[in-house]
């Protein structure tokens, strides 16, 4: 009596769900090179420090500079500001002694209201949008509140390394799962960061913010002079003249009271 051989057959959609959970991890994992896995705990161990800078300032006030440039404009404004952690903010831009825009946060979403009637108050469905819209550069309003509280405005990541042929000097790469975007942190000889870039898919650049000054407030080190710019070469040049750490701040002051 011959033996008979024993076939199991997987059930065609389990295959086709195997081979698309393959793809879809395979595509989603940041592309990394080989490292050391002692060398990656000290470059997460000092990324984890960068994003701490000044984690103690929870709200700030303050005036300050913005200069916008494209390729066709250049505006200037003075600034005023009072922003809370971790969503509110209230941002004035001023001409010539002038209110000229306002961006109001609330923690659920974001307006911006024209003094000037340039256009109509407008305010957004997300508590966090991507501002590239209004300043012409893609930060999202929590990057936006992060600098105004003097902090390091890193996003969420899983994985950190030290680029290859740098050992334990700069640049740090920072990583996120599910996500083929990439952070590219440069530091000085002291330790302070020089560079943040934000980087796509085949290290293309999205944009990056230069730290130009640091001022010592108290026991901390604010970045004060910044200039931010995307690969097409609109810039934002950021300086923060004024700077009050931890002041009381009410909750109305994140609260329109009059419709526009």
């Not at 910044?226 to 931890?246: E, M, V, W």
């Amino acid at each position: 009596m011959k033996n008979k051989i024993r076939q199991v057959c997987f059930p065609p959609t389990l295959t086709v769900f195997s081979l698309i959970l393959l793809v879809l991890v395979s595509g989603c994992t940041p592309l990394r090179p080989q490292t050391d896995p002692v060398l990656d705990k000290k470059a997460k161990c000092l990324a984890n420090d960068i994003l701490s800078l000044n984690q103690n300032i929870k709200s700030s006030k303050g005036i300050g500079w913005v200069k916008l440039e494209t390729n066709t404009r250049k505006d200037k404004f003075k600034i005023a500001w009072a922003a809370t952690a971790p969503n509110l903010l209230r941002i004035t831009f001023i001409v010539s002694g002038h209110p000229f825009e306002t961006l109001v946060a609330t923690g659920e979403h974001v307006t911006f209201i024209s003094h000037t009637s340039q256009h109509k108050p407008h305010t957004t469905i997300s508590s966090d949008p991507n501002l590239e819209k209004f300043i012409h550069i893609p930060v999202k309003l929590s990057g936006m509140i992060a600098i105004l509280l003097g902090q390091i405005p890193i996003e969420k990541f899983d994985h950190a390394w030290f680029e290859p042929g740098n050992s334990t000097s700069s640049p740090l790469i920072l990583a996120q799962n599910w996500k083929s975007t990439f952070q590219k942190i440069h530091l000085d000889g002291v330790g302070q960061v020089q560079q943040l870039v934000f980087l796509g898919k085949d290290d293309t650049p999205l944009y990056d913010i230069t730290y130009l000054d640091y001022q010592a407030h108290g026991e901390s080190r604010i970045p004060a002079t910044l200039l931010i710019q995307d690969a097409g070469g609109r810039k934002i040049h950021l300086s923060l003249t004024r700077f009050i750490p931890n002041p009381p701040i009410k909750e109305s002051v994140f609260r329109l009271t009059e419709p526009g």
